[in-house]
T-cell receptor, first 112, second 117 residues
Framework: EAGVAQSPRYKIIEKRQSVAFWCNPISGHATLYWYQQILGQGPKLLIQFQNNGVVDDSQLPKDRFSAERLKGVDSTLKIQPAKLEDSAVYLC??????????FGPGTRLTVT | AQTVTQSQPEMSVQEAETVTLSCTYDTSESNYYLFWYKQPPSRQMILVIRQEAYKQQNATENRFSVNFQKAAKSFSLKISDSQLGDTAMYFCAFSRGSNFGNEKLTFGTGTRLTIIP
C-alpha cells in the first residue's frame, strides 16, 4: 500500500512570495490533516478535512494560508504572502476512522 | 484545551540499555488516546505505541511499553534493549474522544534520543 505522498520535499522562497504544497493521502482515507512543525517544536494542526469538508481550521492563519481538498482526495496548502516565521516543516497525514494517522515525509520550507 | 509536556529535551543511552521518556498531559476530557510517535531524521512520523485512556492495562509493543498513570496524567515510554535504529525524536501526543481516527493530535515538544554504540 502506498503511503502519504507530499511534494516538494524542500522549498526555499523569499518573504512575500507565494508557495504551494501538495499532498496525496492513502487511497480511501477520508480524513486529511495538515500540520506545521517549527524547528524545536511538535507539529501543530493547521487544518483538518473530512472528505472535502473542513472540520477544524481554527489554527490556520487565514489572512495568508489557504487549503483545499477538491473531490475529497488530494489537497493543496498555499501560503501567500510568506513571512519569515512560516519557515517550518509542513506535514500531511491521513486516516480512516478508528485507525491511526499516517504521515507523509513532509515539506521543509525556508523563507529568507 | 489540551496540553502535552515533555520535560526532557535530550537523552542518550548506551546500546542495549533501557531508557524511559517522560510525558505529562492536561485535559478535562474523559475519553481520549495517548500516543508516542518517533520522528527519525527522514522526518517521517511513525507511530510507536497507543494507549486508550479507558484501559487500565499498559500498552506494549515488542521492546516498547508505556506506564500510564491516569490520575497523575502521566504517560511515559520505556524502550528496552535499545538499538541504534531507535535514535530519533520522540513525541508524546494526545487525541480526544472515542474515535481517534478522526481527531487531531496535540503534540509535546519532543525528546531527542540518541543511542550510543
Amino acid at each position: 500500500e502506498a503511503g502519504v505522498a507530499q511534494s516538494p520535499r524542500y522549498k526555499i522562497i523569499e518573504k512575500r512570495q507565494s508557495v504551494a504544497f501538495w499532498c496525496n493521502p492513502i487511497s480511501g482515507h477520508a480524513t486529511l490533516y495538515w500540520y506545521q512543525q517549527i524547528l524545536g517544536q511538535g507539529p501543530k494542526l493547521l487544518i483538518q478535512f473530512q472528505n472535502n469538508g473542513v472540520v477544524d481550521d481554527s489554527q490556520l492563519p487565514k489572512d495568508r494560508f489557504s487549503a483545499e481538498r477538491l473531490k475529497g482526495v488530494d489537497s493543496t496548502l498555499k501560503i501567500q504572502p510568506a513571512k519569515l516565521e512560516d519557515s517550518a516543516v509542513y506535514l500531511c497525514a491521513s486516516s480512516l476512522p478508528e485507525y491511526e494517522q499516517y504521515f507523509g515525509p513532509g515539506t521543509r520550507l525556508t523563507v529568507t | 484545551a489540551q496540553t502535552v509536556t515533555q520535560s526532557q529535551p535530550e537523552m542518550s543511552v548506551q546500546e542495549a540499555e533501557t531508557v524511559t521518556l517522560s510525558c505529562t498531559y492536561d485535559t478535562s476530557e474523559s475519553n481520549y488516546y495517548l500516543f508516542w510517535y518517533k520522528q527519525p531524521p527522514s522526518r517521517q512520523m511513525i507511530l510507536v505505541i497507543r494507549q486508550e485512556a479507558y484501559k487500565q492495562q499498559n500498552a506494549t509493543e515488542n521492546r516498547f511499553s508505556v506506564n500510564f498513570q491516569k490520575a497523575a496524567k502521566s504517560f511515559s515510554l520505556k524502550i528496552s534493549d535499545s538499538q541504534l535504529g531507535d535514535t530519533a525524536m520522540y513525541f508524546c501526543a494526545f487525541s480526544r474522544g472515542s474515535n481517534f481516527g478522526n481527531e487531531k493530535l496535540t503534540f509535546g515538544t519532543g525528546t531527542r534520543l540518541t543511542i550510543i554504540p
